[in-house]
């Protein structure tokens, strides 16, 4: 079964019935006490109402590996009709491929798939509607359209056992990264599979295998071709997860690191190439310690912009020389207003960013300078306390200097007590409806009772 499965063949619209490999639950480690309550309470809701539930993708990968998953998804043979008939606390979304949210309290959410037989990516014409018989599928033609074998696991709750039809377990085993069917294949009709493949090789730590590896260094400028916002939501996976000194790593010795950023390229094969590259893996290696820490309450959160400012800090130190700048007066606009124009030029574009996301990136860049130049055993002036800025740029400043070998700065900073104290959505749905109690549906008053009212207009 397992060669079959991972030898490059790619199943057709009637692919060949593979026998899987069916692990009761003596032979593997996930048990039921370690998935969340609300997943089981879907899997068993699907069960009794005469429907098959699986685990699948992530959560079966993380519970095998003994960490805990992010998220708990589900797949199902019930259609998306037939699921938000059974589940009242759900809604639909996505628009080729219908999914199921079902919501409970505290704001968790778990997202029902129905069965597929291919991926949205993986269609003969890219500009063809799938018709309606394409759309679902059964469990081996959904394991086949997954990315990486890794992911193509499926947790059956009623016998407890795990169910593989692409040799993921035994790559589990052996710690290895592989692309389901021929990676050249699979590859050209998603190039973001390039991505997802590094990532998880950095998150556990494990090898790409050598046709994987081939297919991703052969095919990374096809990432070109692929839509910003899907690029920059990867990335972002990338910088949030707490690994991405080691995937920048795997990113720059494939060559996927200067395809996305090309504007580093000729830094990092120039005479400071080495230097740069240092500072960059150092500066990205603080960040994943900020979300290793232990917190007791809260948690850590780092802003987008300021994850992105990391990723181009070398760059920009070495391409304005910003640590050496002492700004007077025009000398500050007229940087801010260089930085800005060379972020349009090289960067927003690749990522879609929006204009605040910009604005933010070139504020944290031209006041390093100044930083460096008021900081007083670990302390500010007042005046520079004061301005609107001084928060994020306090925050980016003690991640540049401990990466530059200063001390450990304090986690603190980036610690959001009220991260974990949000009121469930379904509540803070029912406050954007309604507004105030007794007031108008939707809306929030225009005047108040003090003589100029709001936005200064006066009460009638």
Known sequence: MTRLAISGKEPTEEPQEIKPLVMPEGQHPVREQDIEQEALKVLYRLRDAGYSGYLVGGGV?????????????????????????????????????????????????????????????????????????NTFGTLQEDAFRRDLTINSLFYEVENKTIIDYVGGVQDLD??????????????????????????????????????????????????????????RDELLKDL???????????????????????????????????????????????LD????????????????????????????????????QELKGASYHHLAKAIRAELDDVFSHRLNLKRMAKDAITTLFVNMPGFKKHQHNNSWPAWLRRKSYFADCSRFYAVCQEACGSETMDVSLFVDITAESKPPLRERNSRLRTGRRGGRRGTSPAFASDKKGVFGLRNG
Request: glycine residues 6%.
């Open 61 to 133: 990968r993380d519970l095998y590996l003994g960490n805990r998953p992010k998220d708990f998804d589900i797949s199902t043979n019930a259609r998306p009709g037939q699921l938000r008939k059974l589940f009242r606390n759900s809604r639909t979304i996505g628009r080729r491929f219908r999914l199921v949210q079902v919501f409970f309290r505290g704001n968790k959410i778990i997202e029902v798939s129905t069965l597929r037989s291919r991926s949205e990516y993986d269609i003969n014409d890219p500009d063809k509607v799938l018709p309606s018989n």
């Open 174 to 231: 052996n710690g290895i990264i592989r692309i389901v069917g021929e990676p050249d294949r699979r590859i050209t009709r998603d190039p973001v599979r390039m991505l997802r493949a590094i990532r998880h090789a950095a998150r556990n730590g494990f090898a790409i295998e050598p046709e994987t590896w081939k297919a991703i260094v052969k095919h990374r400028h096809k990432l070109d071709l692929c839509p910003p916002s899907r690029i």
């Open 240 to 286: 949030h997860t707490g690994n991405s000194r080691a995937w920048a790593e795997i990113a720059l010795k494939s060559g996927i690191f200067t395809t996305l950023f090309p504007f580093y390229g000729e830094m990092l094969a120039g005479k400071d190439g080495i230097a740069v590259k240092k500072e960059l893996l150092a500066i990205l290696a603080v």
């Open 289 to 324: 310690r900020l979300y290793g820490e232990d917190v007791k309450k809260g948690k850590v959160v780092v802003a987008d912009y300021i994850l992105f400012a990391s990723l181009l800090f070398p760059w920009a130190d070495k391409r304005f020389e910003l640590m050496k």
